[in-house]
């Protein structure tokens, strides 16, 4: 099994920065991609941003420019620098992991963090 664990939600007023850092335990040599998700209240969960293994990367229009997902093999981590963040970036975050190599990763769920962007 893998263990998936967010840090680094909070409270930032907009135009602020936050980082969100995921970390990964367990069957770790599973993993050949990672990814966020977010929740807002009220809405469907989307896809934020996906790294495979590689490094290649790829991230959703309305996060692209001001988000960055990256991936600390050594430490295994992911993290989504997050710039330039607006009201309605809010949401709970969620860091996922597979065994495929797609940027749409499903296997394994954090339990989220809380990112709370005030106007």
């Known amino acids: 099994q893998v263990q998936l664990v967010e840090s680094g939600g909070g409270l930032v007023q907009a135009g602020g920065s936050l980082r969100l850092s995921c970390a990964s335990s367990g069957s770790i040599f599973r993993i050949n991609a990672m990814g966020w998700y977010r929740q807002a209240p009220g809405k469907q969960r989307e896809w934020v941003a996906g790294i495979i293994s590689g490094g290649t990367t790829k991230h959703a229009d309305s996060v692209k420019g001001r988000f960055t997902i990256s991936r600390d093999n050594a430490n295994n981590t992911a993290y989504l620098q997050m710039n330039s963040l607006k009201p309605e970036d809010t949401a709970v975050y969620y860091c996922?992991?597979?065994?495929?190599?797609?940027?749409?990763?499903?296997?394994?769920w954090g339990q989220g963090t809380q990112v709370t962007v005030s106007s």
């Open positions: 996922a992991a597979d065994r495929s190599r797609i940027y749409y990763p499903s296997d394994y």
